[in-house]
């Protein structure tokens, strides 16, 4: 017997049965039945697509207390039971799977049924506050100024979709890399700051509110102060001569929107007196819009919200080699370029064919300068990041100016020149991170000199340069490969390159949130050998002809 057929046979062991086949294909099957709650029934139907998906349910009839909103319940009448990815599907037991989302979402309507779950809706809030996309990028909550426009492709065709922004230059060259433009509209809008997370609550037995008087009772209920606001915005809004305006609530929680469509009567101005303002806005139609954030504390800061970020430091990043060239990367999804932050890229040297194998940068790069290449290409993923190329050689920068150094050359003298610089008293001293490969890609390594106190890069060695945290046991050599006319390389994959700036870009995170320990951090990458000193704070060298000298 199939899996298939085992289902089938399980769900009219249940009492439902098949419907039909939804398509041509045989993968989409549906069943009806009934859910039982006391001594209640309610007919449902089921979605059964594949072991790997969950099926989905819906009442076929929404109970008229769970209208026009429940928690777990779309408008569409779907049970939600179970997040997307929350449950281990058996793949090999698709019959009693199946049975078991059914029970499951049985238990989901009777805690729904019993008001248990009604607070679940602060978090469903958007499953029934829906409508046309407002894009948000606003970047200072203080902003006291907030340009609505329309969303349009660059090749001409408009699409009702709202931009919310405080710089709009910036949002220009955000839109433009992803193919839209914005369209100027008599349209205002502005934020509005609340106290409480929203929550839904029937006005006239309706969700959600129709028009602005509905939107004031609501948010009487839930702030005060926030209703006053919107209203006293709205009114001088109106009194501008504007058409439209969209509303930014910034909640806790989430930030959601709705436009406003201004009755004919303010449209006209036939409404003069205050008193006739009032009654106008009052009767002006309100539209909920679905959020999208696309302002740059958000796309950093998402990932790991509990974290600081790069955000704001004026960072040098010296070499755009194999390991410069992602590093970069990961330090602009970091926050490196960001809000008042500037990301410097330093390199001399060019991209040729023997690079490509392993470096960031493609073909589209071929015979151009690494910074300025890296630059461009990483611009395009993050374009209002503030990052700047330098083709000089490092060793003739002022790097006085930067919050943090970056060095990835690899080149073992221009470290210890860096740390002999920085070195030469307090006021002198700047962070420097220090990441690089060992031999032909054995281990990857970075070390922090975060204090003037601590250890310098040269202290890594004795005075006879003998390393004294190697990160083996056995020694090993630079293999060397390319021959003839071409340049002579350390040969080891993409990948080692990928670990080498992720060990980085974990440090640095590290640092910026006061967690540089330990100093000299160590992955190893190849197996054959042992490993030796891997993660480690080396001490500070009495000797030491760059920093105790």
Known sequence: MSQLSEVTSALISRGFYILEIANSNNDQYY???????????????????????????????????????????????????????????????????????????????????????????????????????????????????????????????????????????????????????????????FMVTTVSEPFPLLIKGEWPPKNVSELLMWQRTLDKACADKIIKKLKKIAQSGYSKAVILIKSPTIHYALGVIFSKHIIQKK?????????????????????????????????????????????????????????????????????????????????????????????????????????????????????????????????????????????????????????????????IIHCWIEGPGVAVRSFFQDKNTEACYRCLSNVNRDPLYSATKEPFTNELAGHGCESLYVPFSANVSVFAAALAAEHILDWVNGEPQPRLRTLLIDKKYEPNHLNVNPVKETHCPACSM
Not at 103 to 118: F, M, P, Q, Y
Not at 371 to 394: F, Q, Y
Not at 418 to 429: I, Y
Request: charged share 20%; aromatic share 8%.
């Open 271 to 431: 409404y003069i007196k205050n008193k006739d303002i009032l009654k106008g806005l009052y009767e002006s139609e309100i539209l909920p819009m679905s959020t999208s954030r696309i302002d740059d504390l958000y796309v950093v800061n998402r990932n790991q919200p509990n974290r600081k970020k790069l955000l704001g430091l004026n960072i040098v990043l010296l070499g755009c080699g194999t390991l410069g060239g992602y590093l970069s990367e990961l330090l602009l999804k970091s926050g490196a370029g960001l809000q008042g932050g500037k990301l410097v890229l330093v390199d001399n040297e060019y991209i040729n064919s023997g690079n490509i194998g392993r470096h960031r940068l493609g073909f589209n790069a071929m015979y151009g300068n690494k910074s300025v290449s890296l630059a461009n290409e990483l611009a395009r993923g993050m374009p209002t990041a503030n990052i700047e190329s330098n083709k000089l050689d490092a060793r003739e920068l002022n790097l006085e100016q930067f919050d943090l150094i970056i060095n990835t050359t690899g080149e073992q003298a221009f470290s210890d020149e860096l740390s002999s610089k920085f070195n030469k008293g307090q006021k002198m001293f700047k962070p």
């Open 31 to 189: 069943f009806t039945g009934l859910l039982k709650v006391d001594t209640k029934t309610y007919p449902v139907e089921v979605e059964v697509i594949s072991p790997s998906v969950l099926p989905k349910i819906k009442l076929l009839e929404i109970p008229d207390q769970l209208k026009p909103i429940a928690p777990h319940i779309s408008p569409d009448g779907y049970i939600c039971y179970a997040a997307v990815g929350s449950l281990a599907l058996d793949v090999f037991d698709w019959a009693g799977q199946t049975l078991a989302c059914v029970d499951r979402a049985n238990e989901v309507l009777e805690k729904i049924l019993s008001g248990s779950l009604i607070t679940d809706l602060t978090d469903e809030f958007f499953a029934y506050w829906d409508g046309p996309q407002c894009i948000l990028d606003i970047n200072n909550i203080n902003s006291q100024y907030i340009n609505a426009v329309i969303l349009k492709s660059l090749n001409g065709h408009e699409i009702q979709w709202f931009v919310l922004s405080d710089d709009p230059n910036k949002t220009e060259v955000k839109l433009s890399s992803f193919g839209y433009t914005m369209k100027d509209i008599q349209c205002a809008g």
